[in-house]
């Protein structure tokens, strides 16, 4: 976090709630994140408390339970000359964003796409988001896999259209990435039972990843943006 500034995490005002709908014929599982609209209530405009000098308490969002565990740290308020900072993929679209016309927008993603030998296409995100969803919020790669597509339709209606809009946009990605994401990856992969859901699709990637050559994770610097996936760096999450 930047010096004189105050963090407002939008997922820990999520509230989860699972179903399924059918889209096209087909039946597909739906994780539906709940805002309690924390533009509007921390940081927008002049419906905003934090703009107005006011003390707010911030909630945490438990991932692995998929419920608020109540307000964390101490209360947040902005001093003279202090920033809040908004952070989350939503925060470019213009339900958000419409409430600071002023701020700064910054875009990160991995946006590198990586190929091998033939070709063919590694997807670094889902890579990302596998390893992530294991580590921090107790989800099966199989679980992970099963909501890819609608994660990417969601991309393409939500965050897509707005992205552009940003004031500066920032690649994440790693040359290395893919061989040291595969130490974590490849495990979680291979386990997946024959009878998952896309047990073809998943049992594909293996293969892609085996033709990189694995990199030891101890050699990523703690202070690594990729530790954010794999842990054990200096920034709390």
Known sequence: ILRGSDLVRRGNFARHRARRRNVGGSEV???????HAPHKVAVGGGNGALARGEEIHL???????????GPIGRPMRLGKDEVAVCEGIHALNDDIAAYCPDAFRLY????????????REVFTRLLRRLVRDSNF???PAAATLDMWAN????????????KERAN?????????EVS?????AAPLLAAVPAGAERYA????????????????????APESMLREFIGGGVYSY
């Open 29 to 35: 599982h739906f994780a539906v994140y709940v805002s």
């Open 59 to 69: 909630p945490r969002y438990n991932f692995v339970t998929r419920v608020q565990s």
């Open 108 to 119: 990160i993603s991995a946006r590198s796409i990586v190929v091998d030998s033939d070709g």
């Open 137 to 139: 919020r107790g989800t």
């Open 151 to 162: 994660v990417r339709r969601g991309e393409k209606r939500f965050i897509s259209p707005f």
């Open 168 to 176: 500066l946009m920032f690649d994440s990605s790693f040359p290395c």
């Open 180 to 184: 040291i994401l595969k130490n974590y």
């Open 201 to 220: 699709e998943i049992r594909s990637i293996l293969p892609a990843l085996e033709r990189f050559e694995t990199i030891d994770p101890a050699l990523l």
